[in-house]
Nanobody, 125 residues
Framework: QAQLVESGGAMVQAGTSLTLSCAVS????????LAWFRQAPEKEREFLAA???????YYADSAKDRFAISKNSALNTLSLHIFGLKSEDTAIYTC???????????????????WGQGTQVTVSS
């Protein structure tokens, strides 16, 4: 079974930048899409960005200006670069993998079969 482990979360000051990483390991078939989500306390999980097996990137409207997703397939890693952090960015950030070619929307959490445990990002203002 696939394992996804996030890292890079930290407590930072507003206005700074941060890079989160996701390491993918284990026996995995074809990964169609990798994505980042976040969830703040008492809020629903929110889609941020996704990247497909051929490198096509998708961003939530709220993430287009300050977020950048990338991957290194050779190293089996996924990254999320966040610029100009704001207090409202405080949340647990989680990576996810889609391995079964779902027919539903790639911005939906149910599209993904494997999830990491998340990494905490806390932004002080």
């Amino acid at each position: 079974q696939a394992q996804l482990v996030e890292s890079g979360g930290a407590m930072v000051q507003a206005g700074t930048s941060l890079t989160l990483s996701c390491a993918v390991s284990g026996r995995i078939g074809r990964i169609y899409t990798l994505a980042w989500f976040r969830q703040a306390p008492e809020k629903e999980r929110e889609f941020l960005a996704a990247i497909t097996d051929i490198g096509v990137k998708y961003y939530a409207d709220s993430a287009k200006d300050r977020f950048a997703i990338s991957k290194n397939s050779a190293l089996n890693t996924l990254s999320l670069h966040i610029f100009g952090l704001k207090s409202e960015d405080t949340a647990i950030y989680t990576c996810a993998a889609d391995v079964d070619y779902d027919r539903d929307d790639i911005t939906w959490a149910r599209h993904y079969e494997y999830w990491g445990q998340g990494t905490q990002v806390t932004v002080s203002s």
